[in-house]
């Protein structure tokens, strides 16, 4: 009986499929079968595992250790002021130059003064007249007393007088109010700066129409010398923090650049916020420098470093050299030309070294290159000043550098 079509396709599919697969495992195991095989001692040597490792090493030092705080701040001036005129007028004089230092009451600009000059000689005017009608009536009353003394006059007329005199002293009293404030917005008419600092950018031209309810004001003012720099500081170190700050001698902040290449400047720590950051777990502080060379710029981002406090006489030892484990932490310590563990019990940190209050003596050599292939009681070789290590050895990753077998002996 013979079958379909489509039935003798299927199973030729099939066919080939399964012959696919086979021949698929038999490549496989042809080759990658041998080298299952574990490889002999003889090609580990050649291999360059059991050659001493090539290592850097430096000793474990006794000295001090500024315990500090890290953190990234903000420069922030300590007073900002935005210029403004206090009396309205057409602005006649613009003599500040944008972007220079000035110092406090340094002429900026001035406006028309002609009008406030009339109202200062009306109000003058106004003065000298009713100081005359005073005089005018002290006189009269001093004439009806000495005629009330005489009886020559009614008593009501003697009191009138008095009265009258009381006016007057009013009314001047009155004028030589409004002449003081004639001169006061006289004197407005000159804009001087408020506090030393460094200029802005113009906001208004010379020839506009100013007002005091301008809110961009004709230009700011920015102190710089001193200035502060806003950090934050994590909760965790902020006991240790109030503890140094109980001390008589002011904490010592250093400002970095990005990069923590140069120091920018160097101040002290003068202000804690009352209240821990809750949604960052911070806490605000505040330091100030002279800034005298004016190396801080405001809203400059830089790298802050707090001295807590200096540790005398502790053994120092690089961060790189230290390796982290799950119980514990160690070293490698370089003895006979060989390298062995050694657990330590770490302090503080600081500058990339760390302190060791346990497990290492001054002067013992740790390692701090090369650690991934060092074991316990491992063979060693450490360079000389050239870079050539001594006793000679191919390291694994020289050896690793080879292509090929060996060469025949």
Aim: charged share 20%; net charge negative.
């Amino acid at each position: 009986m013979s079958l379909p079509q489509s039935s003798l396709r299927s199973l030729r599919n099939w066919l080939l499929l399964a012959a696919a697969v086979a021949g698929a495992g038999t490549f496989a195991w042809f080759q990658f079968g041998s080298q299952t095989a574990p490889v002999q001692p003889d090609a580990l040597r050649r291999m360059g595992w059991d050659a001493p490792a090539v290592v850097r090493v430096e000793p474990a030092a006794l000295g001090q250790l500024d315990v500090q705080i890290k953190s990234i701040g903000t420069v922030t001036p300590l007073n900002t002021v935005t210029v403004q005129s206090r009396v309205s007028g057409v602005l006649e004089k613009v003599v500040f130059e944008e972007g220079a230092r000035v110092e406090q009451g340094a002429l900026l600009a001035e406006i028309d003064p002609l009008p406030y000059r009339a109202q200062l000689e009306q109000a003058e005017g106004q003065l000298q007249q009713n100081r005359a009608k005073l005089e005018n009536a002290r006189a009269d009353l001093k004439l009806y007393e000495q005629l009330w003394e005489q009886d020559s006059i009614a008593r009501q007329q003697l009191s009138d007088q008095r009265a009258l005199v009381q006016e007057l002293l009013g009314t001047v009293r009155a004028n030589q109010a409004q002449v003081d404030d004639a001169r006061l917005q006289l004197s407005w008419t000159r804009i001087t700066a408020p506090l030393s600092g460094r200029l802005g950018l113009r906001k208004v031209d010379q020839g506009n129409l100013v007002t005091g309810s301008e809110a961009e004001g004709l230009v700011s003012i920015t102190q710089t010398q001193p200035i502060a720099v806003n950090f934050t500081v994590p909760e965790v170190d902020v006991p240790a923090l109030r503890d140094a700050r109980r001390g008589d001698a002011p904490l010592k902040v250093e400002v970095l650049d990005r990069g923590e290449q140069r120091v920018l400047a160097t101040g002290e720590l003068t202000t804690l916020d009352n209240q821990i950051d809750t949604s960052t777990g911070t806490l605000r502080v505040r330091a100030q420098f002279a800034n005298e060379d004016e190396a801080l710029f405001p809203n400059q981002f830089v790298n802050v470093h707090l001295r807590l406090k200096t540790l005398e006489s502790v053994v120092t030892i690089p961060g790189d050299a230290v390796q982290f484990g799950t119980e514990r932490n160690y070293v490698y310590v370089v003895q006979d030309n060989k390298a062995y563990v050694r657990n330590v019990m770490l302090g503080a940190a600081a500058d990339g070294r760390v302190a060791v209050t346990d497990g290492l003596e001054p002067g013992e050599l740790v390692v701090l290159e090369g650690l991934d292939r060092l074991r316990d009681g491992k063979q060693v070789n450490i360079p000389d000043a050239s870079g050539a290590a001594a006793g000679a050895a191919r390291t694994p990753a020289t050896a690793g550098e080879r292509r090929g077998p060996p060469p025949a002996n």
